[in-house]
């Protein structure tokens, strides 16, 4: 989640084009940080703590996996609400600690404060370049399809807090397949599909018969009005993977489905990437990128 | 700056022995992380913001310094207050660009989140060990002479904010020189010394008549009725290193002083470690480790 005025200001002035993607690459390092604040990111008291150290952690490991990296070590820093206490920082890290034991991850190291305001939680992971290199946001080329790994929309209901990293689904796909492009959703699937065809020097085609809108945003949809379709397209946080890839391997990926037996995880056709910039629906209306700016 | 009793459990859980020191050391990479607070580490209104930036990411420096490392890149996160805005970003980056400059480091990436409280800033700096291999904590011998790379006390006055990080300092000495361990004074002399000797498995014995106080601990000493000495002894954040050296070796180091003409720093002799635990003066009375517990 990188606040995109800032970075560029920042690109500007460093003269680094590192900052574009969903974490940056040093030689053979990957490294990316998020960080989580209460009343923004959370609700303290209508949240399981646990829930909220699990996600500071996993938005981080989502972003590991659209690079197509592998995780490696993590090192945290909170600031708790004096209130609270230390068995805050114990929560926190019970939720973490399923996803550190999956990837096999090392905790390096820490900086633990307390004070007066609300509790922020900000997690720094490193990650390794596998011998498939890097997957880029701006690798797509016009006709590639675009494929997600799972359903979209409603994530606020809970998703947010427990989806899981694409981690394993990446490494996979980019050792067996030809990937060209691939970002993760978390700011919504309009917003974060523009953002690959911009990087890519493209436009795209969304395929809205096909998107997958998740049950939750369907639940949604009733409390607010919107269509699901709406929900799917803009709403933040499904962390689900957008790949590139061209049509010939989109072909056989949604054939072969190589995800679904190894880790229940379904691909669908979402869009096209296209010479023309700017998202269209197949009838060639403009769909706005819509989703959640920093 | 780490929280003791939260790492310790950490470290009782994850059972890796990564949390002990200044930094952690993964492979050929050094990493460490510190979150400054507003109210607790600055005062917004009191300080001007670049000062915080620059300490912000000095306070890093520091941590890789004491493990002889070179730093090569960071990450920021931070959260502005709404009240503020972008500006504030600007000046806390306007604060670390001569830091990253004067180091020729990589601004590898960051996240900005805006919210209703206070400001907070989380850096993580990467390093790298040099062939000499990394500094610990816990290197020193019994009869090793403690040196410190400046005058102690008073930070709070002002160095606190401008101090520079000993990198060049310390990757020289170690590059030339026999150092077996070092930290730096994070959180007070006495209380840095003594985790140094702790974790070597000694005491130390502190030569009171030689420690090297600061004009602003003088100043200090003027508002708080406490001696100069006292505030050389147990104020934070003087970010001076105490490096520990086979006796022979000090005797030289302090005769050529070899800092004094490349960086304008000069070694003091301060303390020597000793195989009885805790610290004490020279006339054998207890010295009780002080300074900022987190």
């Given at each position: 989640m990188i606040e995109t005025e800032w970075l560029k200001r920042l690109r500007s002035r460093t003269g680094t084009e590192l900052l574009g993607d969903d974490a940056a690459v040093i030689g053979d390092t990957i490294i990316t940080v998020d960080m989580l604040t209460e009343g923004i990111d959370f609700l303290l008291g209508e949240v399981d703590p646990q829930w909220i150290g699990r996600k500071a952690l996993a938005v981080n490991l989502s972003d590991i996996a659209a690079m197509g990296g592998i995780p490696t070590s993590i090192v945290v820093a909170v600031a708790l609400p004096k209130s609270e206490g230390i068995q805050?920082?114990?929560?926190?890290?019970?939720?973490?600690?399923?996803?550190?034991?999956?990837?096999?991850?090392?905790?390096?190291?820490?900086?633990?404060?307390?004070?007066?305001?609300?509790?922020?939680?900000?997690?720094?992971?490193?990650?390794?370049?596998?011998?498939?290199?890097?997957?880029?946001?701006?690798?797509?080329?016009?006709?590639?399809?675009?494929?997600?790994?799972?359903?979209?929309?409603?994530?606020?209901?809970?998703?947010?807090?427990?989806?899981?990293?694409?981690?394993?689904?990446?490494?996979?796909?980019?050792?067996?397949?030809?990937?060209?492009?691939?970002?993760?959703?978390?700011?919504?699937?309009?917003?974060?599909?523009?953002?690959?065809?911009?990087?890519?020097?493209?436009?795209?085609?969304?395929?809205?018969?096909?998107?997958?809108?998740?049950?939750?945003?369907?639940?949604?949809?009733?409390?607010?009005?919107?269509?699901?379709?709406?929900h799917a397209l803009s709403d933040g946080e499904d962390f689900e993977l957008l790949l590139a890839v061209p049509p010939e391997e989109a072909e056989k990926l949604l054939a072969l489905q190589p995800l679904r037996k190894r880790f229940n995880v379904t691909l669908y056709p979402v869009a096209e990437l296209t010479p023309e910039p700017g998202l269209r629906f197949t009838d060639g209306t403009v769909l706005c990128p819509q989703g959640f700016e920093h």
């Open positions: 805050l920082a114990e929560q926190l890290y019970n939720g973490m600690e399923p996803l550190l034991r999956k990837y096999s991850l090392t905790l390096a190291g820490g900086d633990t404060n307390t004070w007066n305001q609300g509790l922020v939680i900000s997690i720094t992971v490193l990650g390794r370049v596998t011998p498939q290199g890097v997957l880029r946001r701006g690798g797509g080329k016009p006709g590639d399809q675009i494929l997600v790994t799972g359903l979209l929309g409603g994530s606020i209901l809970e998703h947010q807090f427990l989806f899981e990293p694409r981690i394993f689904e990446a490494l996979y796909l980019n050792e067996h397949f030809n990937l060209h492009a691939a970002i993760d959703i978390s700011d919504g699937f309009s917003l974060d599909l523009h953002r690959l065809s911009v990087e890519s020097g493209l436009g795209a085609t969304v395929y809205e018969k096909s998107i997958p809108v998740s049950p939750a945003a369907v639940q949604l949809s009733q409390q607010t009005g919107r269509t699901p379709l709406e």
